[in-house]
């Protein structure tokens, strides 16, 4: 063997000896850096979701309230000339759990009355009206008057919505349904109101509508009309009423009770509704 060839198999014997070593050495990182986004991206690819977002949020955290989006979007407020009822607050006064009410399902047995009223009087039955109202008809139906009375005398009826009524007492003698205090627009003035229902029950049981009334003040302010329809004893007159100060101190129908008794004079009728016998 000459010398050349010597030379070259060391070469080739150096060359295979730098590619070995090189091939045992660790690998460098020369990947390109992820954002958290793209490697949660690229877990997300192997892993369980739900996993996932486990080790994102832990159980025991609250979650954050999401908050609404604002705008600037205003719109103009609009007036009617003539608004419908609008319940002064957006729940009924609590009563005391002194006085016991009537429940809603218990309220049906005197809305059968009532229906039974509007029925009778749309079909012209005024035998059948006159045996459950105290407010008799007595006219000719076959006259325009008395046609207009009954007519006039429906749409009272009509205008009483049962999902209004939230209060309701009661006793072997009578009972009382009543709305929650409410505002509403009447030709530009403005008014808060309370709508009642009487009724007065034979000694058979059989219930009969005695009255329905709305009593009402004129004013901007709920909490004068607050004040004035603050009823202590729960007989459908508010305590100022009941004591005829202002504003009916020179009502010549206001007459002194006890705000604090629902039936002052002991004859068995509550004061509220001892002004329509």
Request: proline share 5%; with cysteine.
């Amino acid at each position: 063997m000459n010398t050349k060839t010597k030379i070259t198999i060391l070469l080739v014997l150096i060359l295979l000896g730098v590619l070995i070593y090189t091939n045992t050495l660790p690998k460098q990182n020369a990947e390109v850096s992820l954002q958290p986004d793209e490697i949660l991206v690229e877990q997300t690819e192997n892993e369980d979701v739900e996993q996932v977002l486990e080790e994102m949020i832990p159980l025991d955290s609250e979650p954050t309230a999401v908050q609404p989006r604002q705008t600037n979007v205003q719109t103009a407020p609009v007036t009617p000339a003539t608004s419908p009822k609008i319940p002064s607050n957006t729940s009924a006064t609590p009563v005391p759990a002194s006085i016991p009410t009537i429940s809603k399902d218990a309220m049906k047995k005197y809305w059968d009355v009532v229906d039974t009223s509007k029925l009778a009087l749309t079909l012209n039955q005024i035998d059948l009206y006159n045996s459950i109202n105290a407010k008799q008809i007595t006219c000719d139906i076959n006259t325009v008057t008395c046609k207009d009375k009954i007519k006039a005398q429906l749409d009272v009826y009509e205008n009483i919505d049962q999902n209004d009524y939230v209060y309701g007492w009661e006793d072997a003698r009578q009972a009382i349904l009543s709305t929650d205090m409410y505002k509403m627009t009447v030709r530009g003035n403005t008014y808060y109101a309370k709508d009642f229902l009487y009724f007065y029950i034979n000694k058979d049981g059989k219930r009969s509508i005695l009255a329905y009334h709305t009593s009402s003040l004129e004013t901007n302010s709920s909490v004068e009309a607050k004040l004035l329809f603050t009823d202590t004893d729960y007989d459908s007159l508010g305590t100022v009423r009941e004591k005829c100060e202002t504003p009916y101190k020179n009502d010549p129908t206001c007459f002194v009770s006890d705000p604090s008794i629902r039936d002052t004079d002991g004859d068995g009728w509550w004061d509220g509704l001892e002004t329509f016998l």
